[in-house]
């Protein structure tokens, strides 16, 4: 049983202890097994298995963007999953694609960063707390990371908190943020982890003036608690709603977005009035 805030507190504080210790055991061992994973190969044989709408949307964005390493490097399982990240990209954001050093928050082991490479070509830093986590194979988030990494020189994957990087950028992406316990508690991450307004407030201070940052929430109870934060800390944001994409997935089922765009005259560090 998963623990919330109205859990039983003795309850709640065991569940802690177990993630503190399990988090620990983490770090400390370092071992990773390889990456072994059944490329797909053709991607005109992709084609085939998509419906008309799928195929020739999928046909609009290999005009638009380079695709080309994709089938290289995915499973048909990734593949698919990126052509959903590139999808709502192009579809909500295309009009403010920045040029500059961007960021990924919460990138876990990465696998959609082939579609962040195509979208927004250049120096991307993926940022991971818990890149240690280990799967069933004995490889870690951030083995499996460096391995989707490795056709982009310019892609790279840091194992640390986001308020560690001191770094600015002109476009971040954050994708599924806890923004409640729940999903936090359920991914094995410590309680002192949930901090939803001190990361939104230091993201936003590692925002360049003019640069974008898209929010994207997994339902829409998230995406109200995430509106309020918002709006608690004064930053300008336009909400998008519910996401639509072509290429919906089992992770990425009903999203909603936000888009928050720092004015051109602001100074780093402050939030703006709206």
């Known amino acids: 049983m998963l623990c919330d805030v109205d859990c039983d507190p003795m309850a709640f504080s065991l569940s802690n202890l177990r993630r503190e210790v399990d988090w620990n055991l983490k770090r400390v061992l370092g071992f990773s097994r390889g990456i072994t994973k059944k490329k797909f190969g053709d991607p005109v044989e992709l084609k085939t298995r998509l419906s008309e709408e799928q195929r020739l949307r999928y046909e609009t964005l290999e005009q638009t963007y380079d695709l080309s390493v994709w089938s290289d490097l995915c499973t048909e399982k990734e593949l698919r999953y990126n052509l959903y990240y590139l999808d709502i990209c192009d579809r909500y954001i295309a009009s403010k694609q920045p040029s500059g050093p961007s960021l990924d928050i919460g990138s876990r082991n990465w696998y959609y960063v082939p579609a962040l490479m195509s979208f927004c070509p250049g120096q991307w830093d993926g940022v991971e707390v818990d890149g240690n986590q280990r799967y069933l194979n004995m490889a870690t988030r951030r083995t499996y990371a460096e391995h989707m990494c490795r056709f982009f020189p310019e892609a790279r994957y840091r194992v640390c908190s986001v308020l560690d990087i001191g770094d600015h950028y002109a476009f971040m992406t954050w994708f ?67 996401l639509y994409s072509d290429f919906p997935t089992d992770e990425m089922d009903a999203c909603f977005g936000f888009v928050v765009h720092k004015p051109a005259d602001s100074q780093n560090g402050e939030a703006d009035p709206i």
């Open 176 to 242: 599924l943020p806890y923004v409640s316990r729940r999903p936090m508690i359920h991914s094995g991450l410590p309680d002192r982890f949930f901090q939803p307004q001190v990361l939104l407030k230091h993201i936003y201070g590692l925002l360049e003036p003019g640069g974008t940052l898209f929010i994207v929430n997994p339902d829409l109870e998230e995406a109200e608690l995430q509106k309020q934060l918002l709006h608690d800390l004064e930053l300008p944001f336009h909400d998008i709603g519910e």
